[in-house]
């Protein structure tokens, strides 16, 4: 499998949906696979809150040679977006730009789609095949497809609606961690979101941590679910900035589609819920297809029945690939045409 990296640069200012303005723009992009002569094989992927363009990193089992992301047959392009930390234009480099100013910019998930078709335009790439997403990465397929009709064949959205009181109530305690310069608290919070009482349940249960603590001896010991939490944090703090996770949580906080434009979507849309998923029930993710459906986009709901909770699209590789794998074989399948004697 081929991977190529390369590293946009815009010399001139970018203006925010907010007004303000960037003096330039850093993108860096990954692409797995070849593309063709006229691109016409590209495929986009937009990474959740704290990926990275490499796709390859996050969705193992998923992309390569002859897997469900083929590429063998298929390029596969994923930018970082602006405001992480991986490569283009960060929250902390905004930050440092802004030397009088304290606050961070509003980035929205308009912005960001809008930064990367700049990147598009300069490589070439008119059309993609399709464009996948998972979470963050969802609500930015949806609105890329929203805000550039015709720029794909396919949108492919997993656990992404609108965020519900209860989601943007726990990215406000999230950033209420971060203001105390705490990443790691909003990262345990984050993990309790993103998995299922019964994934819980099944991997920790009551038992005590497996480092040999007793929680009933000492104060200071945990148990094993409290040691898996105090893991994810040291490792999170360590590979992740407080400014990117501050500006990315508040784009998934304001990201939102009107009927209007919904109905700009040329794209065929597939919406996948999770069943175990309580960050983006899987109901209302049925419910945002039946009101693209209501306002004459062509959508069509599928559920990753699994017990990961909001990660399955990222852990479970067997459900996640064989619901992609549905959309994939629907779109190749060829039309019956019907010719009257």
Known sequence: ??????????????????????????????????????????????????????????????????????????????????????GSTSARSMKNRRKKQKELPVITTRDIVRSNALLFEYMGIKKFKSVIGGSVGGMLALQLVADFPGIADECVAIGATPLSSMALALNHIQRQALALGDLGIARQIAMLSYKSPENFDLRFGRRPNRNGENPSKKHEHRFDIGGYLDHQAKIFDERFEIESYRIITRAMDLFDLTNEEIERIQAKVTLVGISSDWLFPAKDVEKLAARFNVNGVKTDYLEIVSDDGHDAFLSDVQETSAVLKQVFEKRQRPRLVLCAA
């Open 1 to 86: 499998m081929k991977v190529f990296e390369i590293d946009f640069f815009i010399d001139e200012p970018f203006t925010l949906e907010s007004g303000e303005i960037l003096p330039s723009l850093e993108l860096r992009c990954s692409i797995y696979g070849q593309l063709n002569a006229d691109k016409s094989n590209a495929n986009l992927v937009f990474h959740a809150l704290t990926g990275s363009s490499k796709i390859g990193d996050w969705w193992k089992g998923l992309i390569g040679d002859g897997k469900t992301l083929d590429t063998s047959k298929n390029a596969f392009v994923c930018v970082n977006y602006i405001g992480s930390c991986y």
